[in-house]
């Protein structure tokens, strides 16, 4: 399974990858069930989860009902827990809306799905396609804005993180999360590399552009927000972060200075 998921996404466009795992993979998740792993997304429960990743695919990290991995099921959590989102329904842009978190949103929004907007470059699944670097609405527009695992794609991730500051209305919530390696003090990346296989090993994968490090909440407030980086993980028994099966990585949250 392993060498399967790998080849295919490392092989397939991530479009054809999205509308061909939405339901191959809830369908071998019937397969799966059990008690020792509990998504919080969707509640279901497996006796192993997934393995996902571009290199060394990760063990037990997709769940095999709403494909929400460890980042998702942790924000998930927060989101349910921490925030008034699902009760006050604020205007709320998700750019590269991952799939198990975007279905729970649109049933939240269904009785105001002008105030949920999805985009993407390229995802068939998205409201609005356009590239993240010249984003084409008004300033000031949303209350919140949902952004993750993307900057280490973008060309100038420091031009989208200025674009998606200028979106935002003055005390704007928005959740910016980035693989980031906490072993390097400074964000690492050369635009000179373009070589797939060199990118995936310097990078970690074919088309990320950098690799972020401890400096990237910095790297959020130099673009003008007030940047958190919240390590919600660690609020967590051991018990919860093995049936959750998320990982250590750490939330990032911002806002626009009123």
């Avoid at 479009?15 to 998740?29: R, T």
């Avoid at 604020?90 to 269904?110: D, G, K, Q």
């Avoid at 973008?154 to 980031?180: F, S």
């Amino acid at each position: 399974m392993k060498r399967v998921i790998k080849w295919t996404l490392g092989h397939l466009p991530r479009p054809v990858v999205q509308l061909l795992a939405g339901w191959l993979v809830p369908l071998y998740g019937l397969l799966l069930r059990g008690s020792r792993f509990t998504c919080p997304v969707c509640g279901r429960s497996f006796r192993k989860l997934l393995p996902y990743g571009y290199v060394d695919p990760r063990d037990n990290a997709l769940c095999p009902s709403c494909l929400s991995l460890e980042r998702h099921r942790l924000l998930w959590l927060w989101l349910r827990r921490e925030t008034d989102l699902f009760e006050r329904l604020p205007r709320l842009l998700h750019v590269a809306p991952e799939v198990c978190l975007m279905r729970h949103l649109r049933r939240a929004y269904r009785n105001r799905p002008d105030r949920y907007v999805t985009a993407d470059l390229e995802s068939p699944l998205a409201d609005l396609h356009f590239d993240i670097q010249q984003i084409p609405l008004a300033g000031d527009s949303f209350d919140a804005v949902i952004c993750n695992h993307l900057m280490e794609h973008v060309a100038d991730d420091r031009q989208a993180l200025r674009e998606l500051l200028r979106i935002l209305k003055p005390g704007g919530l928005g959740v910016l999360l980035a693989p980031v390696d906490y072993a390097r003090a400074e964000t690492f990346e050369d635009d000179t590399i373009t070589d797939p296989a060199e990118r995936t090993r310097l990078f970690g994968q074919y088309d990320h552009r950098r690799v972020y490090g401890r400096d990237y909440a910095e790297r959020l407030r130099s673009a003008g927000f007030e940047a958190r980086e919240i390590d919600y993980a660690a609020r967590f028994t051991a018990e919860e972060r093995r049936r959750y099966a998320f990982a250590a990585d750490r939330l990032y949250v911002v806002r626009k200075p009123l």
